[in-house]
């Protein structure tokens, strides 16, 4: 079950906006909705466009997701922010809700992803071939069980455990794409047995589909603006409700 709800632009730009100036906005954008490119429903691009405010995505994060996305109010600053997302220069910090006690501390999940024929994001390697390293605190698989049949994307995400539910299987878990793979922390997490609690998609375990949402949220991002200066300027999204781990009564 989903608690999105339908949105009007005026009230997405009223409360959701973290930032705006003439050439960026950035927006905490809700879970339920998609950036854009919705085929049989509604997205933030189009709601704004109908209320005559283009809009030009900069990147994507999935409608299941909550959280900071930045859209582009210019061709030039679209350019310019596209160009920083491309070369990997973006910060970007996530916080999710992970299944599976015995998840590790902190680490890397370093698997490559492919688009498999049916157009979904896997692993590009079977699951038994996922190993854990406790030297280098990395998930992995070898080189010669990679799939090269299909073109094949290296994804590297970074995790911290920040809370754990003590009666439970739960963790709150701060996570670091390193690279902007399309999926690529809910794959890399249900691929190495500690879904994202409430994904209907990347779900290993009947577990998750105890909560009404998928627990992924864009929380941090840093960028460079370079009409305000030549520094990162730093944006957080508010945890939504529901991120704090509650035991079964």
Do not use: C
Not at 121 to 142: E, L, M
Not at 173 to 185: D, E
Request: no cysteine.
């Amino acid at each position: 079950m989903s608690t999105s709800r339908p949105w009007t632009w005026e009230e997405l730009h009223r409360t959701r906006t973290v930032h705006e100036d003439d050439q960026v906005l950035v927006l905490d954008k809700p879970e339920g909705i998609s950036v854009t490119g919705e085929r049989h429903g509604t997205d933030v691009v189009r709601l704004a466009a109908a209320e005559g405010t283009k809009l030009r995505p900069v990147h994507r994060i999935d409608k299941v997701t909550s959280g900071l996305v930045v859209l582009a109010l210019t061709p030039a600053a679209h350019s310019d922010l596209t160009r920083q997302f491309t070369l990997r220069q973006v910060r970007k910090g996530y916080l999710a809700v992970l299944v599976g006690a015995e998840l590790p501390d902190r680490g890397e999940i370093d698997l490559p992803l492919v688009t498999a024929s049916s157009g979904r994001v896997r692993i590009a390697a079977r699951r038994d071939s996922i190993t854990w390293d406790v030297d280098t605190r990395r998930f992995a698989v070898p080189a010669e069980a990679v799939d090269r049949g299909r073109r094949v994307f290296d994804s590297l995400t970074t995790f911290e455990v920040q809370d754990r539910d003590p009666k439970g299987d739960l963790a709150l878990v701060a996570l670091g794409p390193r690279t902007g793979r399309r999926h690529q922390i809910r794959v890399h997490t249900a691929w190495i047995g500690h879904p994202v609690a409430g994904d209907p998609q990347f779900r290993t375990t009947s577990r998750t589909e105890k909560f009404a949402r998928t627990m992924l949220h864009a929380h941090r991002l840093s960028i460079n603006l370079p009409w305000i200066g030549d520094q990162p300027v730093s944006f957080e999204a508010p945890v939504p409700a529901g991120f704090e781990l509650r035991s079964d009564s």
